[in-house]
């Protein structure tokens, strides 16, 4: 190699590096600028994803939400169908179970009746036939009395009476004297 070769080459290289440096510097100033321009393109970067957070964020509460909440829904309808059939047969178990009340008042009140209509009837008669037998014990009673009284005996086999001959006679009868 020779001397000019080596100058040549070393004159390319100088104004290689030369460049180099300069652009170098160059995109050092631009990295800089970079630098200090990032902080704020960052920050607006950050700014437009946190606007549209709670936009997702909605978004995907409603999305999670919906879903049961319209399952809750359906299932409050449903309950509230069968409350209201529930009610519906229990207004018609009242119904029967105020007409069957109803029904058995009167029973009792047709049995109560009919018991004392009986009871007084039966009353009635038995007061009417103790009556007619307290009246021939009230005879009997009287005859057993004027047989005490009377001086009565039995004579082979029949019955002697002894008379009061003092006393009218009272039909085919004479008065017995007393004792």
């Not at 070769?5 to 800089?32: D, I, N, P, Y």
């Not at 105020?98 to 058995?104: A, D, F, I």
């Amino acid at each position: 190699m020779n001397d000019q070769t080596m100058l040549a080459l070393a004159s390319k290289m100088s104004a290689l590096v030369e460049k180099f440096e300069r652009r170098c510097e160059q995109s050092g100033s631009e990295l800089q600028k970079l630098s200090q321009q990032l902080p704020a393109v960052v920050r607006q970067a950050a700014n437009e994803q946190l606007g549209r957070l709670p936009e997702a964020v909605l978004a995907d509460v409603r999305g999670g939400i919906e879903r049961p909440v319209s399952d809750y829904e359906r299932r409050l309808r449903e309950a509230g169908e069968q409350i209201q059939q529930s009610s519906l047969a229990l207004s018609a178990q009242l119904r029967r179970a105020e007409t069957l009340h109803r029904h058995l008042i009167w029973k009792v009140a047709g049995i109560t009746l009919g018991s004392l209509v009986l009871m007084l009837a039966g009353g009635a008669w038995l007061s009417s036939q103790y009556h007619d037998e307290i009246s021939k014990n009230q005879i009997s009673a009287a005859l057993l009395k004027a047989y005490n009284e009377a001086d009565v005996t039995l004579c082979d086999g029949h019955l002697c009476v002894r008379t009061d001959k003092s006393a009218k006679p009272s039909g085919e009868y004479l008065r017995v004297k007393p004792r």
